[in-house]
């Protein structure tokens, strides 16, 4: 059960490093009870891209154990291997080597340096480093990043193919925590900007799309729900409702003063 629906923006595509991608919502395979599980909420959530942390699941590096590649097929879905777990560039680096030679020199890969264990925020020092590093070696970086609009601007003019800022902490469900830094990074980018951690329901993901993100990428949030089948695919639906009112434009803000909905013209008397 995918989520797209009568009416639904299904023409509505962006492109991402060269190719058009249809859904707007992006999902992890982390934290599900088992590859059932991953592969049955992936389906409800109606993503084309599914992100594969390289350091953390098995996709033919570890022969003999479960292969997540065994439920998610890169024939039907787009594998976004990302470097989730590393803490300095090298490592980083390393990771996406492994990632391409085992993916058949796949090269759309998912950029994440983490400072500390505990906040999971990255470390934009070392972030630099290594996206310099992986788009001089000819990889498309879509990188994960903190709402800072200078550190975006940078990852941009080094080449990164999409810019992901936070929308809070990996894995808190917050939400978004400050729509004014990504009201300034997606006023100067160029390329996609993709809300990245912090999602914990569909009106985060919608408020991100209203924002006028091209698209959100979660994980914790549909995988730790009560029922991941039923949020992936609210999460399918709450992108594209926030997608279509962003293309909509919404209505005046007017704090102080009240209007009718109804014509005050041609009243009874």
Not at 19 to 31: A, D, N, Q, W
Not at 61 to 88: F, K, M
Not at 112 to 139: Q, W
Not at 231 to 238: E, F, I, N, R, T
């Amino acid at each position: 059960m995918g989520c797209e629906e009568k009416g639904a923006v299904s023409d509505d595509r962006f492109l991402l490093a060269g190719r058009e991608v249809r859904s707007r919502l992006l999902v992890g395979t982390g934290k599900y009870v088992d590859l059932a599980q991953t592969a049955a909420a992936v389906e409800a959530s109606g993503a084309e891209i599914v992100t594969v942390a390289i350091r953390r699941t098995n996709i033919g590096q570890y022969p003999g154990q479960p292969n997540l590649l065994d439920v998610i097929s890169p024939e039907r879905y787009t594998l976004l291997p990302n470097t989730a777990g590393c803490y300095t560039a090298q490592d980083a680096v390393r990771t996406l080597r492994l990632a391409r030679e085992l993916l058949d020199d796949h090269r759309l890969v998912k950029l994440e340096v983490l400072g500390d264990p505990d906040t999971l925020f990255p470390n934009m020092t070392e972030t630099l480093v290594a996206a310099e590093i992986l788009v001089k070696e000819g990889f498309s970086v879509m990188v994960y990043c903190s709402d800072d609009p200078i550190m975006a601007r940078r990852l941009e003019d080094l080449g990164c193919v999409a810019i992901m800022p936070l929308a809070s902490l990996i894995g808190s469900g917050m939400g978004i925590l400050n729509p004014w830094n990504l009201g300034i990074i997606l006023e100067r980018a160029t390329v996609p900007v993709i809300v990245d951690a912090g999602v914990g329901t569909a009106s985060d993901a919608a408020i991100a799309m209203e924002l006028g993100c091209a698209g959100v990428l979660m994980n914790t949030a549909i995988a730790q729900a009560r029922d991941p089948m039923q949020m992936a695919h609210a999460m399918g639906l709450a992108v594209q409702a926030g997608r279509l009112a962003w293309r909509a434009g919404r209505m005046p803000r007017k704090p102080y003063r009240a209007s009718p909905s109804s014509p005050s013209l041609g009243l009874i008397q």
